[in-house]
């Protein structure tokens, strides 16, 4: 069995590497676009890694050699040039989408609502520049394809929800996770257990800032910080989450600036006990698995389906409406049994042997 993946320069992608080459050895190819910069920035470079020019993806006639070979096509995101490039496919090639959130979170709007709560809303024209503002919408590149996609990976939660916007998707769901508890969490600390609140995942604003730092300020007391990452993301963004937070929480607050490997990020992690999420929609589905397996105390948006979703699989997780309440108790460690539960739940879905055998079912899909 052949199998070509279509995968962008994008830091999920090594880890995707090494597990598809355990699972299946000397039969993956990668096509990458070829980045701004001419090299690759975070896909390791193999040998079975193929630099090309957008051109390639838009040309069948191009991507015949290597496409129309592959008896098994995965497609890491939905762009534009990879919805372009099912044309080459052969009539019997299986076809694999991992749906990244970007490729397809537009039409779940509807029936979700929006990202942004109303003081992050109302903050967004000030640090959006103009030429990053919405212009008028292109229909999503699954959209034209969706008929032709056999299997595909999005977050269980979102699966009805897709198909009711999407009714040509009649694929098979299949579960293929981006990291493994062994590859992901057990990197750091063992633990996260002190006193200290993670808030939210980046510099992006569906975390909702502003409304999380509201949530938190009555809570707060004098021996926690809030330590917020904001390392990638909206750069102007940033600065006003970081001013309104040294404002509010003078030096209890910690904001991560710098970018940094995942070891000392995580060591950063070991005194945040708790952690506040408060995306309306599926975010920082890591962060979120990390802090379940290494004990710390997660809360979510009631919205958000990942809530119902960690829920389903057994986890205790918590809402963020127990902070808008005030709830003296929200703030209290977990129990030693739900430290153990949660890790227990996380290694059963993630765990490497997990993952290999979800991606090794893939060989048996037949068109």
């Not at 709007?109 to 942004?116: P, R, S």
């Not at 569906?206 to 707060?220: K, V």
């Amino acid at each position: 069995m052949k199998i070509v993946h279509l995968a962008p320069d994008e830091k999920f992608v090594p880890l995707v590497q090494v597990l598809f080459e355990e699972a299946f050895p000397g039969r993956n190819t990668y096509l990458v676009p070829r980045p701004r910069s001419g090299s690759l920035k975070y896909v390791a470079d193999l040998t079975n890694v193929r630099l090309r020019r957008s051109i390639y993806f838009k040309l069948a006639r191009l991507l015949a050699r290597q496409v129309r070979a592959a008896d098994l096509l995965v497609v890491h995101g939905m762009t534009p040039l990879f919805a372009k490039a099912l044309r080459a496919v052969r009539p019997d090639c299986v076809v694999v989408w991992v749906g990244w959130g970007f490729d397809y979170y537009r039409l779940l709007e509807d029936q979700l609502g929006g990202l942004l709560l109303d003081k992050t809303a109302r903050l967004e024209p000030e640090v959006t520049r103009s030429r990053d503002r919405p212009r008028p919408r292109k229909p999503l590149p699954i959209v034209s394809v969706a008929a032709r996609i056999d299997a595909f990976s999005v977050n269980p939660s979102e699966v009805d929800l897709l198909r009711a916007a999407l009714p040509e998707l009649r694929a098979t769901y299949h579960a293929l996770p981006s990291f493994t508890v062994e590859d992901t969490f057990d990197r750091g600390p063992a633990l996260m257990a002190g006193p200290d609140i993670l808030v939210g995942n980046s510099a992006s604003l569906s975390n909702n800032h502003l409304e999380a730092f509201d949530m938190l300020l009555p809570l707060l007391g004098s021996d926690r910080r809030l330590v917020v990452p904001l390392s990638y993301g909206n750069t102007r963004y940033a600065e006003r989450v970081a001013q309104a937070g040294s404002e509010r929480f003078a030096e209890r607050f910690v904001a991560l600036r710098n970018w940094m490997p995942i070891e000392a990020y995580n060591e950063q992690m070991r005194s945040c006990g708790f952690v506040v999420m408060n995306h309306r929609r599926q975010k920082a589905v890591g962060t979120i698995g990390a802090a379940l397996y290494k004990g710390a105390k997660v809360f979510l948006r009631p919205e958000n389906p990942l809530l119902g979703f960690y829920a389903g699989l057994g986890a205790v997780i918590h809402s963020t409406e127990a902070l808008e309440q005030g709830d003296p108790q929200a703030l209290v460690p977990l129990p030693e049994a739900d430290r153990r539960r949660n890790r227990e739940v996380v290694y059963a879905r993630w765990g490497r042997p997990s993952v290999l055998a979800a991606i090794r079912r893939l060989a048996s899909y037949r068109r």
